[in-house]
């Protein structure tokens, strides 16, 4: 079906397609099968049926095709219109800026959507002095009213792909490797542990799976339909404060204080987290922390990325048990629009 796609110009179809895409797909094949079967049957296969057939495919690849190129026309100017949007928005806040961006003022646009430039006033310490680079990767990732469902039917999903070890082709791939190969190490069975962030239970899944205990606390609602996992947001906690064992922040802290997700800016962001997790643990408890590594950067607003500058002020009040994943020379890695190298950070409470 290929060579066909090929034959009439349909190279567009080596894209990768989606669940709705290959059901058109598998309609054509099978409703070929069907005819082929029907006319063998007759004995009336002839050279008017195979024309019929591969009709048949290119009026299915035609309707493919017209779909997937609507809608990217609609993507396309989507884009289009959200780079008009971030353009405006990032002449205001230049003006505003100018003027003096005082805090209330800043606080004020927060409210509606994080600030698209980093604040003159803030940018000495986001930059550790001008000592690290800045550069523009823009999101705006306002906590949702949306409620995410976990539901026991996908997390036993994921429990089924991790113990066949198919990890690589989950979010943060390689990162998840690592994190197995820490927690095959430093066990985390029958301990209480804790999850910073979450957008999929996917990682909870990983706790469960080597028997620990997990609480999610993350700023977005989450309905855990699974008594398995506990969940709750950093307020719930700070009136109901509880002690774990474990730790588990996987590409978490790099993005607190940036204002991606309606946090307040704050430079030390990151550090602070770090401080937060050192209360929420037991003295001598053990996290599994995994930030971007490459060269030092602050890309506005998505992430900072730790280098020989940033990365010792992050563990600085932990000691470093092992590290997965972790090579001096992943310093030399720049890379703006990625989040870039993973390892994982097995770090213990002092």
Not at 69 to 96: A, M, P, V
């Amino acid at each position: 079906m290929h060579v066909l796609f090929k034959i009439f110009n349909f190279s567009y179809f080596k894209l990768s397609l989606r669940k709705k895409d290959w059901l058109i797909i598998w309609i054509s094949i099978l409703s070929m099968i069907f005819i082929f079967g029907i006319g063998w049957f007759l004995f009336l296969v002839k050279i008017w049926w195979l024309v019929l057939c591969m009709l048949f495919i290119l009026f299915f690849g035609v309707l493919l095709n017209i779909r997937r190129r609507w809608q990217d026309f609609f993507l396309k100017e989507k884009r289009e219109q959200n780079k008009k949007i971030l353009s405006i928005w990032r002449q205001i806040d230049f003006l505003l800026d100018e003027r003096g961006l005082n805090e209330k003022l800043r606080d004020k646009i927060l409210s509606e959507r994080p600030i698209s430039i980093v604040p003159k006033d803030l940018i000495n310490e986001y930059t550790m002095g001008g000592k690290i680079k800045v550069d523009d990767w823009y999101f705006n990732d306002y906590v949702s009213d949306k409620i995410r469902i976990y539901d026991k039917d996908k997390i036993d999903k994921y429990l089924k792909l991790i113990k066949k070890g198919k990890v690589n082709n989950q979010v943060y791939g390689k990162t998840n490797d690592y994190l197995i190969e820490a927690i095959a190490k430093y066990s985390i069975k029958d301990k209480k542990v804790v999850v910073f962030g979450s957008v999929d239970p996917w990682y909870e899944s990983i706790v469960i799976y080597y028997g620990g205990y997990c609480t999610t606390i993350e700023y977005n609602k989450i309905n855990s339909r699974d008594d398995r996992i506990e969940v709750m947001t950093p307020m719930y906690y700070d009136k109901n404060p509880v002690e774990f064992e474990v730790a588990l922040s996987i590409s978490s802290f790099e993005h607190d204080g940036l204002g991606r997700y309606g946090d307040k800016l704050n430079p030390n962001g990151d550090l602070d987290a770090m401080n937060r997790a050192k209360k929420m643990l037991k003295k001598n408890g053990i996290m599994f922390l995994s930030v971007p590594i490459g060269t030092d950067l602050v890309a506005w607003n998505a992430y900072r990325r730790y280098g020989p500058l940033r990365l010792p002020k992050l563990l600085e009040k932990w000691e470093v048990l092992d590290s997965f994943g972790f090579k001096d020379e992943m310093f030399n890695e720049y890379r703006v629009r990625e989040a870039g190298l993973q390892p994982v950070f097995v770090l213990k409470n002092i």
